[in-house]
């Protein structure tokens, strides 16, 4: 999917490496876009680049035993000239990093704890943003004109909201292509339908249930959206792209 990053792969200074990253969609300022990654043919003036931030294995060594701060050290010498970025360390204490990353404009900041082995990652975001499994959809010209999504809990997929912002006419013909496998008779959903609809449009009654078709919740979306509401439904949502890394199942309200 990726010939650029691929290529760069191609390069490491090592016979045999796993190197741990992330591949990014950058703007002509180098700001990344999630957007943009999704749906790279109505960006064209991105660029899709690779950002190491650890190494695992290195030419048949195991490096997982050793503290982070080496382990950069090594990925440091083995992305060195390969076209892959290094995902740097951010100076300065946590509010002078979470200031300056809000005024660039990032989504957020991951955090890890320095010099020493622990699973405890810690992500700040900055807008919200989260993904959310996908029950179903109300049709229109295009395909798809709103999302219904949602999360779960211990009682089962609850519903969130409906998605309508954030699509155009094509990625509503592909994100229908990809639900149209899936439906379903029943809806999954086991808040649904609410007595009313919420002041935002979030809820959706018995009788806009007609309008509904449902797929079965394997899918799942990145969305952006302002808050929740009162109600717990999503304010503003905006559709981001779907998530082919993410187990349904693993979703739950963040």
Not at 49 to 77: C, I, M, N, Q, S
Not at 181 to 196: E, G, I, M, S
Not at 212 to 235: D, S
Request: proline share 5%.
């Amino acid at each position: 999917m990726y010939p650029r990053v691929a290529a760069a792969g191609l390069l490491l200074n090592a016979d045999q490496a796993v190197v741990v990253g992330e591949v990014v969609a950058l703007d002509t300022q180098g700001t990344p876009s999630f957007h943009a990654l999704q749906h790279r043919g109505s960006h064209p003036g991105h660029q899709i680049v690779f950002y190491a931030f650890d190494l695992l294995h290195l030419d048949g060594k195991d490096l997982t035993g050793e503290p982070l701060l080496k382990r950069r050290a090594r990925l440091l010498k083995v992305v060195e000239g390969s076209d892959l970025l290094l995902s740097k360390e951010l100076p300065g204490s946590p509010a002078a990093i979470v200031e300056a990353v809000r005024g660039l404009g990032l989504e957020g900041v991951v955090a890890k704890r320095k010099g020493e082995r622990s699973d405890a990652w810690q992500k700040l975001k900055l807008e919200n943003q989260q993904e959310f499994v996908i029950g179903g959809y109300r049709p229109g010209s295009n395909g798809v004109d709103a999302l219904l999504v949602g999360y779960y809990d211990d009682t089962g997929l609850r519903f969130a909201g409906k998605v309508r912002a954030g699509f155009v006419p094509h990625l509503r013909r592909e994100v229908f292509k990809a639900l149209k496998p899936h439906h379903v008779d029943a809806c999954p959903f086991v808040d649904l339908p609410n007595p009313k609809s919420s002041r935002w449009g979030g809820g959706v009654t018995a009788e806009e249930m007609r309008e509904m078709h449902w797929v079965k919740p394997e899918l799942a979306a990145q969305v952006r959206f302002v808050e929740w509401t009162a109600e717990g439904r999503l304010r503003h949502a905006a559709f981001l792209g779907l998530r082919s890394d993410k187990s349904a199942r693993e979703v739950r309200r963040e």
